[in-house]
């Protein structure tokens, strides 16, 4: 396993999660880190990026100032604050690694985690 998602849970509607994606068998510096999700029926689709070269962050409109995405290169790890979550950010979340910056195209990232299941609901 190379790339490994958690933080999953259950959590009420304005509640708060961080999850996080840890890095093995690879050096994180390089690459953009990519949060996607998919939520029951829907396309997966990208939630926040943050680029390696340097550090510059990308947020879908859906989740834009309530996510916040960071990253600590020495602990190969990254995470994602979310805040204030709604009953529509349930999904599965997967981290994603690759070399070529932060791109829509889930092709082009070379390492994937498994997905953490967020679930946001009363």
């Known amino acids: 396993v190379q790339l490994q998602a958690s933080g999953g849970g259950l959590v009420q509607p304005g509640g708060s999660l961080r999850l996080s994606c840890v890095a093995s068998?690879?050096?994180?510096?390089?690459?953009?880190i990519v949060w996607f999700r998919r939520a029951p029926g829907k396309e997966r689709e990208g939630v926040s990026c943050?680029?390696?070269?340097?550090?510059?962050?990308y947020y879908a409109d859906s989740v834009k100032d309530r996510i916040t995405i960071s990253r600590d290169n020495a602990k190969k790890m990254v995470y994602l604050q979310m805040n204030r979550l709604k009953p529509e950010d349930t999904a599965v979340y997967y981290c994603?690694?690759?070399?070529?910056?932060?791109?829509?195209?889930?092709?082009?990232?070379?390492?994937w985690g498994q997905g953490t299941q967020v679930t946001v609901s009363s």
């Open positions: 068998k690879f050096t994180l510096d390089y690459y953009a």
């Open positions: 994603a690694a690759g070399t070529i910056g932060c791109t829509a195209v889930e092709d082009l990232y070379d390492y």
């Open positions: 943050i680029r390696g070269s340097d550090g510059t962050t």
